[in-house]
């Protein structure tokens, strides 16, 4: 396993570590805990912040093609829109079922998209 592959796993320990606080919080109910609320929080929106910064530093060395950016553009509007739906989901005002449900599904597509991504990556020249 060579150095960039060991960094993709370490994005998968984060993406476990978001996914297992987000099921505990769920399962302990509101109100959340403040650590694991911000463990989850905090871990969610630094990982996004720190591909952005790999993708701009890689993007430096090795220009991305353009199927590379469109992958990386939809996997970070996914990010995003979990992150949003994250900070609806755990305000204290009642929200329409559709809100839970985005923060439900959003995760998997932000995963399956970023995995995407980083797979195209792994074949970048
Ligand atoms: C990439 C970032 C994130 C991912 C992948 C993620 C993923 C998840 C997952 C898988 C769950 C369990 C959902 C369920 O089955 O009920 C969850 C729950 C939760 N997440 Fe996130 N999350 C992210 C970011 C955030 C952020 C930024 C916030 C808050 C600002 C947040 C707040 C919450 C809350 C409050 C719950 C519990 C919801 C409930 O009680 O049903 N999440 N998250």
């Given at each position: ?15 476990l ?48 093609s ?44 932000t ?15």
């Open positions: 396993m060579n150095i960039f592959e060991l960094r993709f796993v370490n994005i998968g320990i984060f993406f570590l978001i996914f297992s606080s987000g099921y505990w919080l769920h399962h302990a109910g509101k109100p959340y805990g403040a650590i694991l609320f911000n463990v989850h929080k905090l871990i969610g929106f630094g990982l996004f912040v720190f591909l952005i910064v790999r993708i701009y530093q890689l993007n430096h060395t090795t220009p991305l353009a199927v590379e950016w469109l992958a990386f553009v939809i996997a970070g509007l996914f990010f995003i829109a979990t992150i949003v739906f994250g900070g609806l989901v755990s305000i204290d005002k009642p929200m329409p079922a559709v809100v839970a449900l985005a923060h439900k599904l959003l995760p998997y597509l995963v399956v998209s970023t995995a995407i991504s980083l797979y195209l990556l792994l074949r970048h020249k």
